[in-house]
């Protein structure tokens, strides 16, 4: 089992930074790919950004390539999402995910481990 914390939201102006943190332990934690979803107020939960097994890979929603950036520690114990020029519909709780396959999905329901979520909120 991989148990998953998020940290780093907070209240940022339109066009600021914030960066989100997902640390993982557990016995089986550098096993795990780490997907970002986020979730608005009455929508669906959508992906936002994936990083595979060895780091090498990584994909974004269309909706943040170009503004968002995903990194890890050398230990691979912490993953790193970078925001930049936040927009109001970045707005949402943001969570990680985790699941033991070498490549990260667009899928939710294909991820068996996460985190309580970390509220992000951009105003104008």
């Known amino acids: 089992q991989v148990h998953l914390v998020e940290s780093g939201g907070g209240l940022v102006q339109v066009g600021g930074s914030l960066k989100l943190a997902c640390a993982a332990s557990?016995?089986?934690?550098?096993?795990?790919?780490v997907g970002w979803f986020r979730q608005a107020p009455g929508k669906e939960r959508e992906f936002v950004a994936g990083?595979?097994?060895?780091?090498?890979?990584?994909e974004y929603a269309d909706s943040v390539k170009g503004r968002f950036a995903l990194s890890r520690d050398n230990g691979r114990t912490t993953t790193y999402l970078q925001m930049n020029n936040l927009k109001p519909e970045d707005t949402g709780i943001y969570y990680c995910?985790?699941?033991?396959?070498?490549?990260?999905?667009?899928?939710?329901?294909?991820?068996?481990?996460w985190g309580q979520g970390t509220q992000v909120t951009v105003f104008s």
């Open positions: 995910a985790g699941r033991h396959y070498s490549y990260p999905t667009r899928r939710a329901g294909e991820y068996d481990s």
């Open positions: 557990g016995r089986t934690f550098s096993t795990v790919t």
């Open positions: 990083l595979s097994l060895n780091g090498e890979m990584t």
